[in-house]
């Protein structure tokens, strides 16, 4: 996730066993948060009941920025 997305939120594509699902991150997701997909885990062979995906969040921070991204930021930060 980029830092936007992660801050304000935002629908990604997420594949699981059965196929593609669309995933919301909230708002405030930070790295190494867990996300839970009811029912896209592995399926009990006994219960045939399927378990839960978790897709653990990891905010990418870019290394270079701009000058005028580095004056957004100073802006946020004093904001």
Known sequence: LTITEATLGCKKEVPTLYGNVTLTIPPATASSDKLRLKGKGVENVS????G???VIADVIIPEKLSKE???????LLYA
């Open 47 to 50: 219960t045939k009941k399927k």
């Open 52 to 54: 839960d995906m978790y």
């Open 69 to 75: 991204q580095k004056k957004l930021f100073t802006t």
